[in-house]
């Protein structure tokens, strides 16, 4: 699944929603158009293909029913010139609520600062990474 914002120098021309074999964007129409476009032809890639006497490279579709659509999607997106702001609020709100309980110490509140600034910019690793590490700190302070 992906849910993200699309914008271009700055400017958020809709939301976009892909659920399966579902694809919705709700905004600009120039950039429904090319959304709906990749998810109905592909994505376009090219690969190396190795014959017995030769390398070639072909150009094939990445297809909505290939596992890695929707990252895809994404890197086409930002090769074409759009900022894509995945959206992992079920992340971010798990981040949230470990870090709402913190200690009220300056050194823990120091840190949710530093966190809650990074977290709207962090990309899904990061994200989960950050949470993995909360719940170590919390499984070690008990």
């Known amino acids: 699944m992906l849910k993200a914002d ?37 994505i376009p890639r090219w690969k190396e ?4 006497d030769s390398k070639r490279i072909v150009e094939e579709a990445i297809t909505k029913d290939d596992p890695h659509f929707d990252l895809a999607l994404v890197v086409w997106l930002r090769r074409e010139g759009y900022d894509v702001l995945e959206d992992h609020s079920e ?5 949230e609520k470990l870090l709402g309980q913190l200690p009220a110490a300056e050194k823990w509140q120091k840190i949710k600062v530093e966190t809650q600034k990074e977290l709207p910019q962090a990309n899904f690793l990061e994200k989960t990474y950050l949470l993995e590490k909360l719940r170590e700190v919390f499984k070690e302070n008990k």
């Open 91 to 95: 992340v971010d709100l798990a981040i």
């Open 49 to 52: 293909i190795t014959l017995s």
């Open 6 to 42: 699309i914008l271009r120098d700055g400017v958020h021309l809709g939301h976009l929603l892909i659920e399966g074999d579902t694809a919705m964007f709700e905004g600009d129409s120039a950039v429904k158009s090319l959304v709906y476009g990749a998810v109905r032809d592909g």
